[in-house]
């Protein structure tokens, strides 16, 4: 199999890459957003054939995005990881060749100067770290890492997640080696790029905003895993940490969005992945130009 070039877009002077590490129809995509039978997508046939497939199931990714500003280069999430022992099959102790596609998308991992965690799950943070002889280590060692103050808060106090201790693989040695910037909502990367929050799925989550030369681009995270949550924003994730909260989160980031020259990065959402919000009857699609 051939090498698929990395889908690149400009935000103004800002670049955003899409580096993907899983990208399939899977039971764990169902499971996220139960309510998405292929009955319930039927009507939704805006949603074919990316999002969902012939047979009327979810198609959705993995993946990071590489954004460019002012000189720096930022990783957004850092999906699964190698070698992490994981209880979904597809998650554990994986082999994939994610580091190398960095490297060849222009962010060799020695050369990232921020690595930023939209939350702190682990399908997006496992690349935070890898797997020297047998100790986890910071994979960006020159990065400093940006996680919401009010994840870790409550990641620290967590028991150890029956998916896998995440936080002890790939959050608390980045921690421990001091390269943690815990930060508060509206924290800015740089003047172009910034968080904002979106509390729900986790209780700090965030999104990140872009903005340069008129343009303007915001990355979702997981306050929707799927575009079926446009024309459903009532769909929830059983993942959501408080799942009232989630949905008024997006909710207000559908009505912020909507209609506005903004493009709209899903976290999840599968290839071409980016779109405006659009009104649709008395819901609202994704619209992909
Ligand atoms: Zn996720």
Known sequence: MSPVPPQRWRIGAVTVTRVIETEDVSMTAAAMLPDATPENLAPHGWLRPHFVDAAGRLVTSIHTLLVESRGLRIVVDTCLGNDKPRIVPQWNRRQGSFLADLAAAGFPRERVDRVVCTHLHPDHVGWNTMLVGDHWVPTFPAARYVFSAADWNWLDRAPVSALGDFAGDSVR????????????????????????????????????????????????????????QLARPDWSSPFDYDKARALATRKDFIARYADQPVLVFGTHFATPSAGRIVRDGDAWRLALD
């Open 173 to 228: 040695p980045v921690v421990a080696a001091g390269l943690a910037d815990l930060v508060a909502p509206g924290y800015q990367v740089t003047d172009e790029v910034w968080l904002e929050p979106t509390p729900g799925h986790s209780p700090g989550h965030v999104s990140v905003r872009i903005a340069s030369a008129g343009e303007h681009a915001v990355i979702t995270g997981d306050l929707m895993h799927h575009p079926a």
